[in-house]
């Protein structure tokens, strides 16, 4: 299909990442970071730091079509503080389809200088003034986008009961069993408590004290 008319127009991409990058570290874990190239714009993400084999990015930049040109560059590198950046792959993206239907979300694959896989880069791309637009449903979501936890509905999730004593209940008597307070006589009929005895007097049959005694014989 013949496409034409498309110079200035806009052409919306979102980088939203990559899957099974060829690994550029030995230790650590890489990071990763896409490059845009058409024409002579270059757009650049920011780099995912530990990003692995499996970086994600879900960034958005907007390209001013060029008649004639219905391809993207797109390169992955490999940030590097000390040396130089390490290159991953190269990819070739193809505008022919979001050109004709307004939408492509195909993974685009990289190669290495050698030509060898590489992974592949997935983009989102958008065209308003396409020819036979269709509007998507829902773009394919990614592997790494889906998320391991499934919820149950709320009418699917069990009731919770009371769980009985494993202890007898006590039985419960009427409280006319048991006589009101007030038939207790108070405090005060009560007699006093008998007090303790004096003591008695002392003995008068105790020996008299030291002066009574005859002196000792010599």
């Known amino acids: 299909m013949s496409i034409s008319g498309i110079q200035g127009h806009l052409l919306q991409v979102t980088v939203v990442g990559c899957t099974n990058l060829k690994n550029t570290e030995w230790i650590s874990r890489q990071d990763p970071y896409v490059c845009l190239e058409y024409g002579s714009t ?18 958005k930049f907007t390209f001013s079509l060029i008649e004639g040109l219905r391809e993207i560059n797109v ?4 940030s590097n503080t000390v040396t130089y950046d390490d290159f991953i792959g190269i990819g070739k993206v193809q505008l022919q389809r979001v050109l004709s239907y307004g939408y492509d979300d195909n993974p685009w694959p990289l190669q290495t200088k050698t030509g060898r896989y590489a992974g592949e880069a997935r983009l989102i791309m958008r065209y308003e003034k396409a020819q036979n637009p269709v509007i998507p449903f829902a773009p394919s979501a990614p592997p790494y986008a889906t998320s391991p936890y499934q919820f149950p509905p709320y009418s699917t999730l069990p009731q919770s009961y009371p769980t009985p004593s494993p202890y007898p209940a006590y039985p419960s008597y009427p409280s006319s069993m ?3 307070l007030s038939t207790y006589p108070p405090p005060s009929a009560y007699p006093p408590p008998p007090l303790p005895s004096a003591y008695p007097p002392a003995s008068p049959y105790y020996p008299p004290g030291p002066g009574f005694y005859p002196p000792p014989p010599y």
């Open 178 to 180: 048991y006589p009101p």
């Open 42 to 59: 270059q757009h650049r993400t920011s780099t995912c730091t530990d990003g692995g084999k499996m970086p994600i990015f879900q960034e």
């Open 75 to 78: 390169v992955v590198w490999n």
